[in-house]
């Protein structure tokens, strides 16, 4: 069984800064594409970033500029790091990834973590 858990969201005023981080675990294989969405109260969920797993990245533009994703592959975990928080972007995040694993044989399939809340407030 795969599991992915986020930690690291909080409440942060405007203009600072978090870092959220997705820790994949059990029989993993290998992990390709990585991925951070965002689910703001009322909208629908939207993707924010992703990292493969030769390192390319990619952006929604509402976060270019302030956000950056990476990947530790020996940890098997992403980090969001996000810069110059404002309103908007609160909103739960979820970690979303590509995995192949081990279970008689190796198996693909895609994960969600539970989500970590973030909050951008004075």
């Known amino acids: 069984q795969v599991q992915l858990v986020e930690s690291g969201g909080g409440l942060v005023q405007p203009g600072g800064s978090l870092r959220l981080s997705c820790v994949a675990s059990g029989n993993i294989f290998s992990i390709n594409a990585m991925a951070w969405y965002r689910q703001a109260p009322g909208k629908e969920r939207e993707l924010v970033a992703t990292i493969i797993s030769g390192g390319t990245t990619n952006y929604a533009d509402s976060v270019k500029g302030r956000f950056t994703v990476s990947r530790d592959n020996t940890k098997n975990t992403a980090y969001l790091q996000m810069n110059s928080l404002k309103p908007e972007d609160t909103a739960v995040y979820y970690c979303?990834?590509?995995?192949?694993?081990?279970?008689?044989?190796?198996?693909?399939?895609?994960?969600w973590g539970q989500g970590t809340q973030v909050a951008v407030a004075s």
């Open positions: 979303n990834a590509d995995i192949v694993y081990i279970t008689n044989g190796r198996r693909r399939g895609t994960y």
